[in-house]
């Protein structure tokens, strides 16, 4: 089983950014922990600070990969486009978030990506992650 996790802007500085809201683990850390857990499961990982990256690495993986997993950060409130490139591929999407959205700032309880994805689970901090991975096996 193929399975990638893509993160958008700012989750590359996991670790250092906002510790009370998102962690001190760094993803890579948690990256490392996850194929440990998951050995038999091909997991692949892709940051982008960039929308047209985002969309880029969904159109290549999404006809053959057997799923993604989307925190598209940002630009989940934003993006037309990533929504749009879900709806374009076969391979479903998972969208995640490290944080409970829905108590946080009105802007961030609306999202470009829920009305596409397969499901959402969000408010679980880097676990949401493990679970977005274990609900492709069930
Ligand atoms: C986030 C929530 C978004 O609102 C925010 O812009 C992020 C991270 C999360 O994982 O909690 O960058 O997607």
């Given amino acids: 089983m193929k399975i990638i996790i893509?993160?958008?802007p700012n989750l590359n500085l996991l670790g250092k950014r906002e510790p009370e809201v998102y962690g001190?683990?760094?993803f890579e850390d948690y990256f490392a922990d996850l194929q440990f857990r998951?050995?038999?499961v091909q997991l692949e990982y892709f940051?982008?600070?960039i929308e047209g990256e985002l969309?880029?690495?969904i159109q290549e993986v999404g006809y053959s990969y057997d799923g993604i997993v989307l925190n598209?950060?940002?630009y989940t409130h934003t993006s037309v486009g990533i929504g749009d490139a879900i709806k374009a591929v076969s391979t479903p999407v998972v969208e995640v978030h490290i944080s409970n959205t829905h108590k946080r700032e009105a802007f961030r309880h609306?999202?470009?990506i829920s009305p596409v994805a397969k499901g959402v689970i969000l408010g679980?901090?880097?676990q949401s992650y493990d679970l977005a991975i274990r609900s492709f096996m069930e």
């Fill in 6 to 8: 893509i993160n958008g």
């Fill in 24 to 26: 001190n683990k760094t």
């Fill in 38 to 40: 998951f050995k038999e």
């Fill in 47 to 49: 940051q982008s600070n």
């Fill in 55 to 57: 969309i880029g690495k």
């Fill in 72 to 74: 598209a950060a940002a």
């Fill in 110 to 112: 609306v999202s470009y």
């Fill in 124 to 126: 679980f901090g880097l």
